[in-house]
């Protein structure tokens, strides 16, 4: 399981008062954090509806690149957003995130392949999430297929099953799980799969508790890599022993420990 840090997202509040005075340290405090806590990768989001996101990514990525050389997540769906990340990334990139409409398609898999990124790729189109598990994996698919026309190999891509809150499409979940699954027999070997593990809690109380069930059972249906909260040290707990019953990480007695 790949950990992608969520924490520094203008969605936060803090975050967002921390954009909006350049306040470097507290960013970076973040960052260390989630790398402390075992974060293997970084996201980065400026937040809703900001008119200078282009500005505000390239300042976020410099600020973060000042403390750490993790590969980092441009989490935007917006072009000139993504392009001035991406411009300033000289770490690992992974690009966060192209959908499966044509016109977003072309634009990001020319700019994954002129930079050398990785890419997210979330099931959705102009017509939103679809319903079903085998119309996400009919996007996944499509978006497979288009990136090997720009040249960009399957290893090079995260197809994403589009977790929504429990609270308001409770039907979806296991959907998601079946989504996982039949992702996984698009190509040989298995693409990768990413989910944004908090979306399933927004609006709950019971936040950390929905968290850390889904992630175990998306774990048992093969999960590669969760954007997810590593300060949650109880989710984190359940990761290391879901590595362990899944054969990734050597048993030993001490786990928990690790
Ligand atoms: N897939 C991909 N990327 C994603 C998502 C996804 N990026 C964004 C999101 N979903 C994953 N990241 C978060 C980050 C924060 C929250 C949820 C998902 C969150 N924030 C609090 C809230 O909205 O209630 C912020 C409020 C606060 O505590 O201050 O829940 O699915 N590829």
């Known amino acids: 399981m790949i950990i992608i840090g969520e924490r520094i997202n203008g969605l936060f509040a803090s975050v967002a008062r921390a954009i909006d005075r350049r306040d470097a340290k507290f960013i970076q ?6 790398v402390d806590f075992g974060a293997q990768v970084l996201d980065i989001n400026t937040g809703p509806g900001r008119e200078d996101a282009p500005v505000v990514m390239e300042w976020m990525v410099k600020t973060v690149q000042d403390v750490t050389e993790l590969p980092l997540s441009l989490d935007t769906p917006g072009v000139k957003t993504m ?3 991406l411009k300033a990334c000289k770490n690992k990139v992974i690009m966060n995130s192209t959908t499966a409409e044509r016109k977003k398609m072309e634009r990001f898999f020319l700019l994954c392949k002129e930079h050398d990124a990785e890419i997210i790729c979330l099931a959705m189109d102009e017509r939103g999430v679809p319903n079903d598990a085998e119309s996400r994996t009919e ?5 497979i297929t288009t990136a090997m026309e720009y040249d960009i190999l399957p290893e090079r891509l995260y197809l994403d099953p589009l977790i929504l809150p429990v609270g308001s499409a409770q039907d979806q979940g296991k959907k998601v799980i079946q989504a996982l699954q039949l992702f996984q027999t698009l190509n040989d070997p298995p693409p990768r799969t990413v989910v944004g ?9 019971e936040r950390s508790l929905l968290n850390r069930t889904y992630l175990a059972m998306l774990m048992g249906a093969g999960l590669t890599a969760a954007i997810c909260d590593p300060e949650d040290e109880e989710l984190m707990k359940i990761i290391k022993a879901g590595q362990v019953l899944l054969n990734e990480k050597l048993y030993c007695d001490a786990f928990l420990r690790a």
């Open 29 to 34: 405090d973040i960052a260390l954090r989630q």
């Open 83 to 85: 392009e001035s990340g």
């Open 197 to 205: 593990l908090s979306n399933v809690s927004n609006h709950t109380k």
């Open 139 to 143: 996007l996944a698919m499509l978006m």
